[in-house]
């Protein structure tokens, strides 16, 4: 399912967000992107995603804000600015000039006094991730939750709608049994023309066509897929992939009784079930 979740926590003086998008996959899959003095809490911050979110491509953003400021700060390599006033003693002694050098004399020569990044507090910043994380996850989950009980309420209908055509089928089911009597009767007697017909002939042709065409045993495993399908619906715990083998299972059902059943009614409503069911089927793929 898709979602979007955002935090923003407080930390020595900065800020850190978090931003949650998630989309559908048939996996759990996290991308995180840090800034470059937290890519060591990476394997953290996907393992606390991977333990709340079973199932889609989770992009993770997290940013520093407010900490610009602190985070570049000058340096000063005293040794090399010991050297550089040894070597400008060495060269007024040579030379016979006067004079000290002065700290800006020091100050301005290469690489006494540099800009660096400040050493990142890991230990703050780490619990300030997982606060941020965790109420980020929190909207996330909101979020996804209203759209599951949206796609709840859809799958319900559909599934509705199977089991409505499912019971026409085994309303229409024993009648093209009595309807190829029929036929056959009329059939072998202009054949046979007035020549008597042996009922049990006939009683043992219509009974094979049949067992043939009986759809008794599909119609109770579809239903019985369909109400597992509907607790599954139901329930609070990732289900998505047992929806998915569901749906294969019913889609098996559906075609069996396609196959097997030769009355245009049945075949029409078969055409109809495996129209909802393909529906289904893309509804299941954003279920987690």
Do not use: W
Request: hydrophobic share 45%.
């Amino acid at each position: 399912m898709t979602g979007f979740g955002a935090a923003r926590v407080e930390a020595g003086g900065e800020t850190l967000g978090v931003e949650l998008r998630a989309v559908n996959g048939k996996f759990c899959e996290v991308k995180a992107r840090l800034p470059r003095e937290l890519a060591s809490l990476e394997p953290e911050l996907v393992k606390a995603v991977k333990a709340r979110v079973s199932r889609g491509v989770i992009d993770v953003f997290v940013r520093r804000e407010g900490a610009d400021e602190k985070s570049v700060q000058p340096r000063v390599d005293l040794p090399l600015a010991a050297a550089y006033a040894k070597a400008l003693r060495e060269l007024k002694d040579e030379l016979g000039l006067s004079g000290e050098p002065t700290v800006h004399d020091l100050a301005a020569l290469e690489g006494v006094i540099s800009l660096g990044e400040a050493a990142a507090d890991a230990a703050a910043l780490s619990a300030a991730l997982q606060r941020a994380l965790s109420q980020a996850l929190d909207a996330l989950e909101q979020m996804r939750r209203r759209e599951g009980e949206a796609l709840a309420r859809d799958l319900s209908a559909r599934f509705d709608g199977i089991e409505k055509s499912a019971a026409e089928v085994k309303r229409l089911a024993p009648m093209q049994v009595e309807a190829v009597r029929e036929r056959l009767a009329a059939r072998i007697a202009e054949l046979t023309r007035g020549v008597a017909l042996d009922p049990a002939r006939l009683a043992q042709e219509v009974a094979l066509f049949a067992d043939k065409t009986d759809v008794a045993e599909e119609l109770t495993r579809l239903a019985s897929h369909l109400a597992q399908a509907r607790e599954l619906v139901k329930s609070d715990a990732p289900s998505g992939r047992k929806l998915e083998f569901l749906v294969q299972e019913v889609n098996r059902e559906i075609n069996t009784i396609g196959s097997k059943s030769q009355h245009a009614s049945i075949a029409s409503l078969v055409v109809e079930m495996k129209a909802e069911l393909e529906r289904v089927r893309e509804q299941v793929q954003n279920v987690e």
